[in-house]
Every structure is written in structure tokens, then in C-alpha cells.
């Protein structure tokens, strides 16, 4: 499969290209209030609202540190399903992995993130945490 | 012939023959000499049958051309009209609405063959026809008999025994000084396709003159029932010989004998009378019909508009919804330019200022044009309800009657689809639960008839719909109990909770205060559906309730769902956006005139005490420093007033609304966003909510 590259803190993600609409730089973000705390709030894609979500508070991480390399992608799970927007701290390359460089880790039942993660990919020196974006953005 | 391009047509004209049978029968129910009606009805039918026919689907033709036999009885006046045909007619509807759903899923009819509506349908037509029941292969209107006596030979039509219409009519044809002559035509034995040559030697006959009887009747001609020979009754200007002439010229005929048939004096003199005294009569039940239609209810005035020519165009909505967004994206455009504007220096550039009016004007009457385009009238929806009732009042052994006004009241397309199923749970719970039985209305004094009543009419920026009933009204103490029992809430939360929080309970899912489940309703799934769905919708849902009185359900929807007028504001350094509709007025207070009364902030105002709600608390926004001053929004929600804290004001600006999809779920409070002039997103607030 092919995934996009990208970095939170230290740690390096992976995602499915086929999820992925565009990559945008960072930009305003309108707070919704109430919203559920991963979500950031909305954005203003030519024309269109967007929520965006912080992957870090999605994932348990620390909070989010905006740099100029922060970049916003734009998901779309299904073809027909409504864009979410995931800030990232950096994004990489494109990367293609062979199915038996991933391999699947059993995570304990008290972590609940373990869900968000599709396997983990070796690439190089590196371990890439692929991400199970339906997850991750739910229903 | 390859029919399927049309199946999107016949499915549509179908719906429409149907929903207007469904009415007029309702209204033959209730009036059933009404000629007008029952003409309706079997032009209605008669059309149905044509396109059921034609598209091949011959079960629908089939039952539709039974029905329409029991009405050409009941137009010539020689069967009356009994509730167990009404009954026996709306079954007929439904089965007729199941063959074209099933036509709609899968393009064909389905295996329903509902001989026992057919059945049904010859056994009143036999009874009304005062003929004993015997059993027959064709449902034919005609009864003649069927043996022909030796002695006429060739001449079959001279044994043919005519009904009083037929002879009424060549009574009436002899008052015009035209004949009647009666034929009999022998087809050859070799012809392979009777029906397609009996149908053209029918072609030639009319052409020299009007055909009152066959014998075999038309449709079974059509099928072929019968063996080489047929007989015709036409009346005609031509001679027997000249008609025979002509027929014979027709291919594979064998032969043809003709001969004039005329009424003996005294039968015509009869006729003759007969007739006169019907016109004159006629034309007197015709106003007599005219006045009572005048006077009746509003479906009587529909019926009688009707024939005025309706110039509408079909339009997919797929279209529409593409001239919405147009629209939509043109006002964003719009606005950005507006905003731009407001840099230059207004006096050095008039013109272009006028211009920027201008644009605003007219983009202002396109956006009303679109909206106007996609309003449909809440009719469409509410008018199958007064045959719902009529079918709830037999099942249920209640008596009840449907009150409706407003039924031109109009909605959004998009909205009109939705809202069907939540009016018809209310309307069912009313049926079900909200009115008593018969005995008990009698003994508590009410009218033994229960009324249902369901309103429609606009208030502001909403479109307010109200059903209600006379019935035994929402029992609080027991509702509470209930609650209180199932756990959903405390002794204590239920001491402290108001009336209407009780009632919201009702709305809750899975909650039910029935004991018992029917079919109709007390599963408990009916009302908090209903909210969902009316929330979904960008509207909301409330009950009022009197014991023993009765309950109302007020449903409020937007009127547009796109593009509105709003108030912008700004709490701390956020900009929101305010709807204009239900804004009453904007206060400059001083902030010691906000008093506390009862942990509550309150604002006397000119006499009024309103509450004062902080939005910038309810949104969590940054707190800013308390100005002396504060500026409050005051809104109004039916007869409720609210003051709304904001830290500025920014002005009234057309926004679009834009929705924030359904991955944030946050406050019911934010019922969407928009993008203003320079990019910036603000959140729109629905503070119909916190009254």
C-alpha cells in the first residue's frame, strides 16, 4: 500500500493514500464551542466548512504546537463522505510498504487508542504507526 | 414497443390518479350523488387503466378495469353507492398503490393477485345490479342474453336485448333525426388476429356514425372472446346497405347483414318524455350540485378549480438543488465584494457604489426567486391524512374528524420529504392516545366525535405546524411516575422539574406510558424519532397539554435553509452570527439594571421582566472585561422574550448558511456557520434553543 508519510512530535504516522484529498497549510481555525476537545474547530475550504481535528489530542499526545511546517490534511474516508481536516506537525513523502513489512501488534484492552492504529510498518531504520483513519474520524 | 422511457412518466401520473381517487372517494363517502365526483373518479380510473395497459402491466389493468366497471354503473345511475364499496374501493387503492410501489423497486408488479378484492368487486356489482351471483369468466358491464333464438338466422342483432341507456339513446338520436341500425359482421374462420380486425371494422363503422353497443362488449372483442361474429348498434346517417358496403371493403370480413332498429311508438314516446324531463332536471341538480360544492370544504373548492388550465413545468431536483448552490456561491461573492468596497472612499466613487446597490438588489430578488422555486406547499404531504384517519377511526372504533387549515402553507422540497412521517406519528398518537373512547368522551361531556385539528402558518423566519386534539391531554403526575419507576429520573430531579421538562421526557427514546403496545403506536420508538428527525431538519419540537383538554405538538421550521438575513455580533474576539427573525429589538443597558431574581438574571424592560442569558459563558468564550454598558439582543420565541449579552455589535449582513456537517457535535445551540466577506468563518447560533 501506499502511505503519506508524516510526524507528530517524534513519532512517525502513516496514512493511506487513498483517505487523502489534498494537504493544506495551516490556517485560521474558528472554535466551535462544545465541540468534542479533538476537534480544533472549523476551517474555510474554498467555500466549503471544514472541521479540523488535532491528531495529538485524537491520539492521547501532547498538544499541538503550531511551526510553519504544520500542515493540515484533508481526509475523506469514503469517496461520498464529508471532508475532516487532521493537523499534522510535518509531512514527509510518499512511501510504499509491502504487505509483509506491516505487521500487526496486540495491543492491551485498556489502551483505548489501540484501535486508531492499522499495524505498524518497517521502513528502513524507521516504524511507521499506520492509522486506521475510519476510526479515527468515525461514523 | 420498448415502454421503460415513459416508466418515469406513468409512475409520476399514477401517483397523481391515485391521490385523486383516494380523495374523491373520500368525498363520494360523504356525498354519494355527487355527480361531479363520481365522474372524477372514472376519468381518473379510466386513465389509469389506459397506462397500466399500455405499459404492459396487466395486473394493475386488470383491477383498475374493474373498478372502473362498478363506476360506469354507478355513473349511469344503475347502482347506488354503499359503504361496503367504499370500503371494498379503498382496499382496490391499496392494492393498486402496492403494484406501483413494487413497479417503483423492481419494475415489475409483484405476485399480488388480490382476487379477493376482485371477488369483492363483482359481488357488488352483481348485487347492485339486483343479479343473482353466478359465476363468470369476464367481468363484462354489459348483460345481454346469450342464446339467440333460431328464427333470426343471420340477423343476431335483432335478438339482442338493449338496456334502458341504449334505448335511450336511440330514443334521443331519433329526436335529432338520426338512425339507428343494427348490424351483425362475420368474420372469416382463416383470420388469424380477431381482435385487430373486429378493432378496425369498429374503425370504419365510426367513421360513418357513432357505435352505442357491441356485442361482444369492447374489451372482450379486444381479447377475443368470441367466435367469428359480433354485433354493433350505431347511430348513423348512412343507409344499412352503405354500412354493409363499407364493412365488407374491410379484409377477412365474410359477411355482413344490417338493418334499421327503431323503438316501438309507445317505448319511444317514453324515452322521449323521459329524456325532457331529465335535462330540465339535470340542469337542477347541476346548480343544486354547484351550490353545496360552493359550500363544502375546501377539497370540494380544489375539485371545482381544478379545470382551470395549470401551466407548471415537471423539474428534477437535482436542477434545483444545483440553482440553490449557484445562488448560494453568487451572495458569498457578493458579500466579498461589499466588504472590499467598504475601503474606498465612498464620495469619490458614487457610481460604483450605486452599482454595488444595485448588484445587491438584484441578487437579493434572485436568492427570493430560488427560494420561491423550491417551496412546495405543505398540501402535498397533508392530504393523504384525511383518509388516514378515516382508516384509523375503523380500526380504532373511535369516531374522529380531520380539521385542516393552511394547507397552502409552503415549506422547502427538501423539507416537505422529511416531514411527512413525523406528522403522521403525531397525528396517530392523537388518534391513538390522545383521544378517548366514545363512552368516555361521553361521560366526561365532550362531543362523541373526537377532533383532531393540524395547523399551518408562518411566524417570522418559521413555518409553525400544530397538531392537535380534544382528547385526555398528557397526565403529568403519571408521566412522572413512570419516569420515576424506569429510572430516568430521581424523586428528587422530578420534585424540582417544571411542567414542560415533564413533558420533554415523553420525548425521550424508548419512552412509552402506554400500557399497551399496538400497532399503531406504544412501542415507545414514535416520539423521540420524531424530535430527531424535526432537529435534523433545523427545527424543533414542543408539547403543550391540558388533562383532559387535550395536547397540541408545535412543530417550527425554518423557512429558508440556505440563506438568511442575520445580526453579527461578536463575543470576546469571536464573530457569531445572530438570525434576524427572531430578533425584537438591540438594548444599550447599564450593566446595574441587570437585577438577580431567584439565582436568575433578569432585565425590567419598559415593564417586561426577561431573562438574561450570557452567551459568552454558554460558549465558553474569554472573558473580557465588564463594560458599564452592555449590549443586549433582545429575541423572541412564540411569546417568550430573552435578552442575549453580547460585547459588540456589527451589523445586519445576508449570510449563507453553511452546515458544519456532522463530525463536530457540538451545543444544539450552533445550528451552522458561515463564511464572511473576508474568508472568516462565524459560527451561527439557534437561540430559539435557550428560550
Do not use: W
Not at chain 1, 487508542?113 to 521502513?123: L, Q, R
Not at chain 2, 401551466?311 to 434545483?320: F, T
Not at chain 2, 366525535?449 to 418559521?462: F, R, W
Not at chain 2, 412564540?638 to 459588540?648: C, I, N, S, T, Y
Amino acid at each position: 500500500m501506499q502511505i503519506i508519510d508524516v510526524k507528530l512530535g517524534n513519532d512517525l504516522y502513516g496514512i493511506e493514500i487513498k483517505y487523502i484529498n489534498s494537504i493544506i497549510v495551516m490556517q485560521n481555525i474558528t472554535r466551535v464551542p462544545k465541540a468534542q476537545p479533538y476537534y480544533l474547530g472549523v476551517i474555510n475550504l474554498r467555500g466549503e466548512v471544514v472541521p479540523v481535528m488535532s491528531l495529538r489530542r485524537r491520539l492521547g499526545l501532547e498538544d499541538d504546537v503550531f511551526t510553519p511546517a504544520t500542515r493540515i490534511l484533508v481526509i475523506k474516508p469514503e469517496d461520498s463522505s464529508e471532508p475532516v481536516g487532521l493537523v499534522v506537525d510535518e509531512v514527509n513523502e510518499v512511501i510504499t510498504l509491502e504487505k509483509n513489512d506491516i505487521e500487526n501488534i496486540n495491543y492491551e484492552e485498556k489502551d483505548n487508542t489501540a484501535e486508531f492504529s492499522a499495524g505498524i510498518g518497517k521502513y528502513g531504520q524507521d516504524l511507521i504507526n499506520i492509522l486506521n483513519i475510519p476510526a479515527i474520524i468515525g461514523k | 414497443m420498448d415502454v421503460s422511457q415513459y416508466l418515469d412518466i406513468f409512475i409520476e401520473e399514477s401517483k397523481e390518479h391515485l391521490q385523486s381517487l383516494n380523495e374523491h372517494i373520500l368525498i363520494l363517502e360523504k356525498e354519494p350523488e355527487n355527480e361531479e365526483t363520481i365522474n372524477e373518479i372514472f376519468r381518473a380510473a379510466h386513465s389509469l387503466k389506459g397506462m397500466a395497459g399500455t405499459m404492459g402491466y396487466q395486473k394493475m389493468q386488470h383491477l383498475t378495469h374493474d373498478m372502473e366497471n362498478v363506476f360506469s354503473e354507478i355513473r349511469n345511475g344503475k347502482m347506488k353507492v354503499t359503504s361496503d364499496l367504499i370500503d371494498v374501493l379503498f382496499k382496490g387503492l391499496d392494492a393498486l398503490e402496492n403494484y406501483l410501489a413494487n413497479i417503483q423497486t423492481d419494475g415489475t408488479e409483484g405476485d399480488q393477485e388480490y382476487t379477493d378484492i376482485i371477488d369483492a368487486l363483482k359481488e357488488i356489482l352483481d348485487k347492485g345490479l339486483g343479479k343473482s351471483t353466478a359465476p363468470s369468466e369476464k367481468v363484462s358491464a354489459q348483460k345481454v342474453t346469450t342464446a339467440v333464438p333460431e328464427n333470426v338466422g343471420k340477423n343476431k342483432f335483432k335478438a339482442l336485448k338493449l338496456e334502458d341507456h341504449e334505448k335511450k339513446a336511440i330514443a334521443k338520436a331519433t329526436s335529432l333525426n338520426l338512425d339507428v341500425v343494427g348490424m351483425t359482421i362475420y368474420i372469416r374462420e382463416d383470420c388469424v388476429l380477431k381482435g385487430a380486425r373486429a378493432f378496425m371494422i369498429n374503425k370504419v363503422l365510426e367513421e360513418h356514425g357513432e357505435i352505442i353497443k357491441l356485442y361482444p362488449g369492447a374489451q372482450d372483442l379486444e381479447d377475443e372472446k368470441f367466435d367469428f361474429d359480433f354485433s354493433a348498434f350505431i347511430i348513423t346517417k348512412e343507409t344499412p346497405e352503405n354500412l354493409i358496403n363499407y364493412v365488407m371493403a374491410v379484409s377477412e370480413v365474410k359477411e355482413v347483414v344490417a338493418d334499421y332498429v327503431r323503438l316501438e311508438e309507445s317505448e319511444l314516446n317514453s324515452y322521449l318524455t323521459a329524456l325532457r324531463q331529465e335535462e330540465g332536471g339535470f340542469s337542477a341538480a347541476k346548480t343544486e350540485n354547484k351550490d353545496s360544492s360552493k359550500e363544502g370544504t375546501q377539497n370540494h373548492q380544489k375539485q371545482a378549480s381544478k379545470p382551470i388550465a395549470n401551466r407548471s413545468v415537471r423539474v428534477d431536483i437535482e436542477k434545483l438543488d444545483v440553482l440553490m448552490n449557484l445562488v448560494s456561491e453568487l451572495i458569498i461573492a457578493k458579500n466579498s465584494i461589499v466588504s472590499y468596497s467598504s475601503a474606498f472612499d465612498q464620495q469619490a466613487n458614487v457610481d460604483f457604489f450605486d452599482q454595488i446597490e444595485y448588484l445587491e438588489r438584484i441578487t437579493s430578488n434572485l436568492h427570493e426567486s430560488v427560494m420561491k422555486v423550491r417551496m412546495v406547499p405543505i398540501e402535498t404531504v397533508v392530504n393523504r391524512f384525511p383518509r388516514m384517519i378515516r382508516d384509523l377511526s375503523k380500526t380504532l372504533g373511535k369516531e374522529m374528524e380531520l380539521y385542516m387549515t393552511g394547507e397552502d402553507t409552503e415549506l422547502d422540497r427538501t423539507v416537505i420529504d422529511e416531514i411527512g412521517d413525523p406528522l403522521m406519528h403525531l397525528l396517530r398518537n392523537a388518534a391513538d392516545h390522545g383521544l378517548e373512547s366514545r363512552e368516555e368522551r361521553i361521560s366526561l361531556g365532550k362531543n362523541p366525535v373526537g377532533s383532531i385539528y393540524l395547523n399551518a402558518y408562518q411566524d417570522g423566519n418559521n413555518v409553525v405546524i400544530e397538531v392537535k386534539d380534544d382528547g385526555r391531554g398528557i397526565d403529568i403526575e403519571n408521566v412522572k411516575k413512570v419516569a420515576i419507576e424506569r429510572g430516568v429520573i430521581t424523586p428528587e430531579q422530578a420534585e424540582k422539574m417544571s411542567e414542560r421538562e415533564i413533558i420533554d421526557i415523553l420525548f425521550m427514546p424508548s419512552f412509552s406510558t402506554s400500557k399497551k403496545v399496538s400497532d399503531i403506536s406504544g412501542r415507545g420508538v414514535g416520539l423521540d424519532v420524531v424530535k430527531t428527525k424535526i432537529e435534523a431538519l433545523g427545527g424543533e419540537v414542543e408539547a403543550k397539554s391540558k388533562l383532559h383538554e387535550g395536547t397540541t405538538f408545535i412543530i417550527r421550521l425554518p423557512l429558508t435553509l440556505a440563506i438568511m438575513q442575520a445580526l453579527m455580533v461578536k463575543l470576546s474576539s469571536e464573530k457569531y452570527a445572530l438570525p434576524l427573525g427572531n430578533i425584537q429589538t438591540v438594548e444599550l443597558v447599564g450593566k446595574n439594571e441587570i437585577k438577580v431574581v431567584n439565582n436568575t438574571e433578569v432585565l425590567n424592560l419598559r415593564g417586561t421582566i426577561i431573562p438574561i442569558i450570557r452567551l459568552g459563558d454558554i460558549l465558553d468564550c474569554e472573558k473580557t472585561e465588564e463594560q458599564d454598558e452592555l449590549y443586549v439582543v433582545v429575541v423572541k420565541k412564540g411569546d417568550r422574550l430573552a435578552g442575549l449579552v453580547v460585547d459588540e455589535l456589527l451589523g445586519q449582513y445576508e449570510i449563507v448558511i453553511k452546515s458544519i456537517g456532522k463530525h463536530i457535535k457540538a451545543h444544539k445551540i450552533v445550528s451552522g456557520a458561515t463564511i464572511l466577506g473576508n474568508g472568516e468563518i462565524a459560527l451561527i447560533l439557534d437561540v430559539n434553543s435557550l428560550i
